[in-house]
């Protein structure tokens, strides 16, 4: 089975960056056709797309973040990590490391990281 787990601080000072690792057990970060994502919560709110480095180690990133987002990955360790630069109060999520599988006859986010909530306060 796959499991995901999230680290990083809970709490950082605005205009520093963040960030944030996924270690992942039960499968390789290279195997075809899974997208290793970053997704966040707001609270009271939905969920946003922040990016993915597929399994051939390309990048993707919302527009909106695109500027501020960078994920890479260590597949020595099958870790991906993201890196949020600039942050602000509006910031503050939970994130999640999720895996895409775009190979299922509709492409679903089909494991989860437990979360880990970020605060971005001074």
């Known amino acids: 089975q796959v499991q995901l787990q999230e680290s990083g601080p809970g709490l950082v000072e605005p205009s520093q960056t963040v960030s944030l690792t996924c270690t992942v057990s039960?499968?390789?970060?290279?195997?075809?056709?899974?997208?290793w994502s970053w997704i966040r919560q707001f609270p009271g709110k939905g969920l946003e797309y922040i990016g993915y480095i597929s399994y051939r180690g390309n990048p993707d990133y919302s527009p909106t973040l695109k500027s501020r987002a960078s994920i890479s990955r260590d597949t020595s360790k099958n870790q991906f990590t993201l890196q949020l630069s600039s942050v602000t109060p509006e910031d503050t999520a939970a994130y999640y490391c999720?895996?895409?599988?775009?190979?299922?006859?509709?492409?679903?986010?089909?494991?989860w990281g437990q979360g880990t909530q970020v605060t971005v306060s001074s």
């Open positions: 999720v895996r895409g599988d775009s190979s299922a006859y509709i492409p679903i986010y089909d494991y």
């Open positions: 039960g499968g390789s970060i290279t195997t075809n056709y899974y997208y």
